[in-house]
């Protein structure tokens, strides 16, 4: 099982050394890749009584993935990138392929791309897309990306997407780019079993069997291959329940659960645990590591 990081983003802050820091020292100590979550737009929650508590919010500091990647990837040399996830169907595909096409080249194969619909009606609404579509259209987008992705000049034609005859100048190094899906909804699921590289579920631990079991079961009925279709956990410092920090054997023993359930890869997730500097995250994140004799 592949060990991986989940990038601190509301917490990491804005120094660009501190930033190159944190990476360098997950390579340095045997990480095999980092996971960056996604938000372009946060929400002034004063005058909104109706935003879930808890939720991020405009106070909430996020770096655009690609462009964060773009900038770890000169200062790292095998360090994989994972976006996890991120809301596609709020962008332009045909602009996400040529910057994640862009980043493949310069990462040299180093990028896979988790993509979700995401919950924030907000982030919709401020880049013009119909909160109600983003399910259809990561479905087209997912398709649209493969081909476009793959051939030099191509055409497509779809509810939301047209191509004639055009395509991207970089292609990524393999003429594609790993695929992921992110979610616990039906729908999620659905996708990710027919459509995905890999799934990237977000539940509990005593949950991983039962869940990857059924998830192997969505996979067989498309007529694929589960070997072939990845799993990434997401296992949190914090306890979500009692909102206080886990140590690092418990963190530790939750990824050998996943792992164990069959799953391919694990990212820990140090945010919101009382962690105060970067350093503190990675000394966490080096305990984990260590428990788990890597």
């Known amino acids: 099982m592949k060990l991986g990081a989940v990038f601190p983003q509301t917490e990491i802050g804005l120094d660009p050394e501190d930033i190159c820091h944190f990476a360098i020292t997950l390579e340095a100590c045997d990480f095999d890749h980092v996971l960056a979550y996604d938000h372009v737009i946060g929400a002034n929650t ?5 935003w879930p508590e808890g939720y991020y919010d405009h106070t909430c500091a996020f770096h655009e993935p690609l462009v964060l990647f773009s900038f770890l990837s000169g200062v790292t040399a095998k360090l994989e990138f994972m976006t996890g996830v991120m809301i596609l169907p709020q962008r332009q595909t045909a602009l996400v392929a040529k910057q994640a096409a862009n980043l493949d080249v310069f990462s040299s194969g180093r990028l896979r791309m988790g993509f979700g619909v995401g919950w924030n009606r907000v982030e919709y609404e401020a880049l013009g897309v119909p909160f109600g579509e983003r399910g259809a259209r990561l479905d087209e987008q997912i398709e649209y990306l493969r081909q476009i992705w793959w051939a030099e000049s191509s055409t497509f034609s779809g509810r939301f997407h047209a191509l004639l005859e055009a395509g991207i100048n970089p292609l990524p190094c393999r003429r594609s780019i790993p695929i992921w899906v992110g979610g616990t909804s039906p729908a999620a699921v659905k996708r990710a079993a027919a459509r995905s ?15 990857i079991l059924s998830f192997h079961e969505d996979v067989r009925a498309v007529q694929r291959d589960p070997a072939a279709v990845g799993i990434e956990a997401i296992v949190f410092a914090r306890d979500l329940s ?30 919101n645990a009382g962690l105060a500097s970067t350093d503190d995250h990675l000394d966490y994140l080096h305990a984990v590591r260590a428990r788990l004799g890597r």
Not at 46 to 50: I, K, L, Q, V
Not at 197 to 211: C, Q, R, S, T, Y
């Open 46 to 50: 004063a005058n909104r009584p109706e």
């Open 197 to 211: 590289d890999g799934w990237i579920p977000v539940l509990p631990a005593p949950e991983a069997e039962a869940a």
């Open 242 to 271: 009692l909102g206080q920090r886990r140590s690092a054997a418990e963190v530790a023993g939750d990824c050998e659960v996943w792992q164990a359930a069959g799953a391919t890869h694990v990212a820990v997730d140090t945010m």
